[in-house]
């Protein structure tokens, strides 16, 4: 018996479908995989249809990829002249994605062994004819590390477009070990960030619901103005379902006014840092939620904690290092977009 002919695979539209042990077993604790961060992720981006490719080896399950039908995804697209023409087009053709939601993470599990290869194979090719069943006008797999982007079939352009994440491994066993592992400079630095924001009567709170949205939601979107980001189309919806992944939102207050806000979200092991919200004109906020967000994760135990893309030097300083999740693979449905796909990668 071949290799190839050893394996089936199954595909599926809801995480309600697929058990819950078999799919956490696959994950074998990887963060921002489980089926739980699966569930959170469909009760968030209810206007995406989800599709599962999962494959298996004599009924156990041994690769996977986890896709998302979406018109409404947030083009990294600095143009906005660009970016709404692009959305147009998505409101007619959309996306097909392949990613785990919220988390700049990868939707691919894949073997270490000969079985990859093929897992491959059948990823690809099977990702290509829902391309076209779906209706959507690319295939995108999005966040890829250097160990998932190579052994693709060749319709699968490769391309590395995204500004790359952040993140710290936590080594220390607390906050407090972790500063003075720091130098001198970066201590001096948090004790006066504690005073200058004492003075200006800001307060950080940690929250497990999210009771004043329409404020936070206006932070948000003043950030994403301020960096020229598009709109996250399921910023509320994140914030109305934190409960369902243990998530915690993070408040800054002066008196009742809220001038920051943050999202913080933990799977398996680890901490991924969304939604910032920061009023203009308030210094040390910015600062004052890093750092509360780093103390969240040593009090929840997290083994690495993801802060994003942009604000380097200042994350470099912190400890973060530049994460390999930089890099995409796509196809387009017909030539005409398969040439739009590469005029976009040279130009965005």
Not at 2 to 27: K, M, V, Y
Not at 297 to 324: I, N, P
Request: proline content about 5%; overall charge negative.
């Amino acid at each position: 018996m071949s290799i190839s002919s050893s394996l089936d695979f199954e595909i599926f539209h809801s995480i309600a479908e697929i058990d819950p042990a078999g799919w956490n077993q696959l994950s074998a604790g990887q963060p921002f995989t489980s089926h739980s961060w699966y569930r959170y992720g469909e009760a968030v981006m209810t206007d995406c249809q989800p599709t599962y490719l999962i494959i298996y080896q004599h009924n156990q399950p041994i690769a996977r990829a986890t896709f998302w039908r979406t018109a409404s995804e947030p083009l990294p697209i600095q143009s906005a002249i660009l970016r709404r023409g692009l959305q147009s087009l998505l409101g007619r053709w959309p996306l097909l994605m392949c990613y785990s939601p919220f988390s700049g993470t990868s939707g691919l599990i894949l073997p270490d062994s000969s079985l990859r290869e093929t897992a491959q194979s059948i990823i690809g090719a099977r990702a290509v004819e829902l391309l076209h069943e779906l209706g959507c006008s690319f295939l995108i797999f999005s966040y890829l590390p250097k160990e998932q982007f190579s052994g693709w079939p060749e319709n699968l352009l490769p391309t590395a477009v995204l500004d790359p994440g952040t993140f710290m491994e936590i080594t220390w066993p607390d906050f407090e070990t972790y500063l003075q592992a720091g130098n001198k400079k970066d201590r001096q630095h948090y004790k006066r960030t504690l005073r200058e924001a004492q003075k200006l009567g800001i307060l950080i709170q940690r929250h497990s619901r999210v009771d004043n949205i329409d404020d936070a939601l206006a932070l948000i979107r003043n950030v994403e103005r301020r960096f020229g980001s598009a709109e996250n189309p399921w910023a509320r919806r994140m914030l109305e379902q934190v409960d369902m992944v243990g998530g915690v939102f993070l408040t800054a207050m002066i008196g009742d006014r809220l001038v920051g806000c943050g999202l913080a979200l933990q799977d398996n092991g680890a901490q991924v840092n969304a939604m910032l919200g920061l009023a203009e004109g308030v210094p040390y906020v910015y600062f004052m939620l890093v750092y509360e967000s780093l103390k969240l994760a040593f009090d929840h135990h997290a083994q690495r904690l993801r802060m994003g893309s942009g604000a380097y030097e200042v994350k470099q300083q912190l400890g973060f290092v530049l994460e390999d999740n930089n890099s995409l693979l796509f196809s387009a449905s017909n030539p005409l977009l398969q040439k739009t796909g590469q005029w976009l990668e040279k130009h965005i």
